[in-house]
């Protein structure tokens, strides 16, 4: 089974067809709403061979919770399957009905690491601890895509959906990690000070100062958009519910300066999740405040990522013939219906946004 599971990610099928971006009315109406050529639908639909990774998560998850207590060879084979899944280049679909597969995955992941960390595993740590990071780091990463809609006619599905993100930000918020302290307590001679190796350099997240800060900013981080995700994939499946809901956003009542480190937290671990931040939460003045300045202060390192555009070329760039514009030669084409906005009297006809415009 887990080599079939693999052969699914070499093969770019369902929940890891990564290459397929035909779906959703934007897909549909491109390059008019969304940049990019246009393009054929594929040849079977998605939704099947992604419910299909879905029933097999289901069996999976069940296998687990039998084996994890008296198996070391097959949860070998999980953790075989799960460092593939994670791979850092992204091999995941972001079809809009694949939210719930998704994070049911990363569900197993975070459940594996814990019930590893809970074992006689002191051997293991190290790799467990890298293998609990690219599962924050790959979790991370369905948040880069502004976030989409997508009707499934299969009864149930989109409740399904939100409770399954719901359920993985349950987890992740109740989950203690005691990788640092069990790694470096006791294990000093067998794995070397792996604090201060990861401090200086980390396989996933890069160069950072303070591994145990800024694990805990991603962990908060991911736990606001995942709680983000489930209520709006809720509500899009229930609009009028028969019981009485909160508000969407009635969890998520954080401060400015904490909107303000989330924000600088995404766009350290991509700045794509900074600007899907930012379109999550249209009215965050913080966010957009601060997602602003820091694509304005990495403009050369964004040229490909179009949905930056807004970020700096405004009226108010256009009004003071700002040197940033000059990043415009260079970007990536943007979609039909963003170039018209540029064509707006407030634009005052931009030599250098006209000849972008026209390109």
Not at 54 to 70: A, P, Q, S, T
Request: proline residues 6%; glycine residues 4%.
């Amino acid at each position: 089974l887990v080599d079939a599971w693999i052969w699914t990610i070499d093969a770019k099928r369902g929940l890891f067809a990564s290459d397929v971006r035909y779906y959703g009315p934007a897909a549909k109406l491109r390059p008019q709403l969304s940049p990019g050529e246009p393009e054929d639908p594929p040849d079977s639909d998605p939704v099947d061979q992604i419910v299909a990774h879905k029933l097999w998560l289901g069996f999976l998850i069940d296998r687990f919770e039998v084996v994890r207590h008296n198996s070391m060879e097959q949860l070998l084979l999980f953790g075989r399957l799960l460092q593939r899944s994670t791979n850092l280049d992204w091999c995941f679909t972001h079809h809009p009905a694949a939210a719930g597969t998704f994070f049911t995955l990363m569900l197993l992941g975070m459940k594996f690491c814990s019930c590893q960390r809970q074992g006689n595993t002191h051997k293991l740590i190290r790799g467990l601890q890298l293998l609990e990071d690219r599962i924050y780091r790959t979790s991370l990463g369905w948040f880069s895509r502004q976030p989409e809609w997508y009707d499934v006619k299969i009864p149930n599905f989109g409740q399904s959906e939100a409770q399954s993100v719901s359920i993985f930000a349950q987890f992740l918020s109740n989950e203690r990690s005691d990788f640092r302290e069990s790694g470096s307590k006791g294990r000093a001679h067998e794995n070397g000070n792996l604090t201060d190796e990861i401090d200086q350099y980390h396989p996933v997240w890069g160069e950072m100062e303070k591994y145990s800060v800024g694990k805990e900013k991603r962990k908060q981080l991911l736990l606001i958009l995942c709680q983000h995700e489930s209520d709006r994939l809720d509500v899009w499946a229930q609009p009028i519910s028969p019981k009485d809901r909160d508000s969407p956003y009635s969890r998520l009542k954080v401060s400015s300066s904490k909107w303000t480190e989330h924000a600088k937290t995404a766009f350290s671990v991509d700045p794509r999740i900074a600007i899907s931040l930012a379109s999550r939460f249209p009215t965050n003045i913080a966010v957009k405040s601060e997602v602003t300045q820091l694509v304005q202060a990495h403009l050369v390192d964004l040229r490909t990522i179009v949905e930056a555009l807004p970020y700096f070329v405004t009226p108010k760039t256009v009004e003071e013939n700002s040197a940033r514009l000059q990043q415009l030669l260079h970007w990536d084409a943007c979609s039909i219906t963003q170039a018209l906005v540029l064509l707006t009297p407030a634009y005052k006809g931009h030599p250098r946004v006209m000849a972008y415009v026209l390109r």
